[in-house]
């Protein structure tokens, strides 16, 4: 697997949650994967051991010189280290700009992937995730197409979310030693740019993104982000496999990080977290009686944040409480500080990244709210269930696919109006507290571990090997 992240040595998103829990779930079926990710300035390597220096990687006159560690993990877990590259601050950039030079970090990157396959790790298939992997199934086509090391040797790109696309000015292609003739509307052009997310979609053997739904989608001018007729080209090479869940950090049955512990069969513990989390942001104690939204989430457009601008303050007419966190565009941090001053001791709000509060949110809350514009899959969602939190969420993507009447509550419009109307049926049927309880413990008991995702993905890689 060539991923720009893996948990929990990288990670801004959902993307390293799965490169981080689906080697282990392939590995119990027999597979046997490997992972290779940038050492970036976060990294401590003191743990790693050095496993090889390759031969310097060439991009035209240009040398970088690179060396593979090997992470302590149950499955190989390769790092590519490259201080000048990628020993920095972020992993794409910094205060909100891209590094200008992501278009060469993520070209080496690619390279030493396939150095990696090369002399340490011979692959039969080559998983590339997001566009920072975009360039290893172009490599293979045009630079590396008659080598023998990989003759063979197929490629699955998965999309985890299309509307971050690796687009660079067409000059990088020479910056990155890549044949010009890969410059090509069923290649890699995309209105005047290079976009290295039509690498993988064009060259890779076999298509993935994380949900049946977002599949589909993804096909439309509505989700495809200008990209929708290159995937309809690859219709029936696109396969949907849902996101799975590591049950080990996020059930309520062993979650360390929240104050009792709780299942279907017991759900004591639960009104325990949720007193916890009313005494953690400041609300007052009748907010016991009635219902506690949370949000984890981005504080961005894609999120759903103008909904719930437009939003926000007729849901608390509806007689019911919201705790926030998350950090994001500065309009919707401001946002969110404004109406927590305006709504005191009824919306509560923390900016920022905060694990353990995070954890407490989705234990304490009685509902979660996900207003996505659009989700390739979403895992809060999958937590909530897992949690007795019951989901309101815009029936997109993953959301769609993972949330069903008896279990949440979903509205198909991108409106806050439809939003609303969610709320109050969410807040209606609380109130009827035999049949809330039968909606909580239906969603705890729903399985979305990596076990049927990971067979999924093992299925596809047979297929692809013609097994």
Known sequence: ???????????????????????????????DPAVVIPRYGSIDLKRAR???????????????????????????????????????????????????????????????????????????????????????????????STDPTYLGVRTLFTIHNLGYQGLFPKTALADVALDPRVYRPDGMEFFGHASYIKGGIAFADWLSTVSPTYAREIQTPEFGFGLD????????????????????????????????????????????????????????????????????????RQKGMDLLKEAASRIVEQDVYLVALGSGEPEYEEFFRQIAADFPGRIAVRIGFDNGLAHRIEAGADMFVMPSQY?????????????????????????????EERTGFKFKEYSAEALLGAVQAATEAYGGREGWRETMVRGMRQDFSWKASAAAYSALYRQLLGA
């Not at 029936?236 to 990080?257: F, K």
């Not at 909530?384 to 993953?398: C, E, F, I, N």
């Open 1 to 31: 697997m060539v991923s720009s992240e893996a948990a929990p040595l990288a990670k801004t998103g959902g993307l390293a949650d799965v490169v981080g829990a689906l080697p282990s779930a392939l590995a119990s079926l027999g597979d």
């Open 50 to 144: 050095r496993v090889f220096d390759p031969p310097p990687i060439y991009l035209g006159p240009v040398r970088f010189d690179t060396a593979i560690y090997q992470a302590p993990e149950t499955f190989p877990l390769y790092l590519v280290d490259c201080p000048p590259l990628y020993d920095r601050k972020g992993f794409y950039g910094e205060t909100g700009v891209d590094y200008p030079d992501n278009h060469i970090r993520f070209a080496v990157f690619a390279r030493a992937a396939l150095a990696v396959a090369r002399y340490l790790f011979r692959t039969e298939i080559f998983h590339c995730h997001d566009w920072q992997s975009g360039l290893v199934p172009a490599y293979l086509r045009t630079t590396f």
């Open 229 to 300: 007729g290159a995937l309809r080209a690859r219709a029936g090479e696109l396969t949907g496999i849902l996101n799975g869940v590591d049950y080990r950090e996020w059930s309520p049955e062993v979650d360390s990080l929240i104050p009792a512990r709780y299942s279907p069969e017991d759900l004591s513990g639960k009104r325990v977290c949720k007193e916890h989390l009313v005494r953690e942001f400041g609300l007052p104690a009748e907010a016991m009686d009635r219902p506690v939204m949370g949000i984890v989430s981005r504080f961005t």
């Open 375 to 403: 989700e390739p899959c979403g895992l809060n969602q999958i937590y909530s269930l897992k949690y007795g939190t019951v989901p309101v969420v815009r029936a997109t993507g993953g959301l769609d696919d993972t949330i």
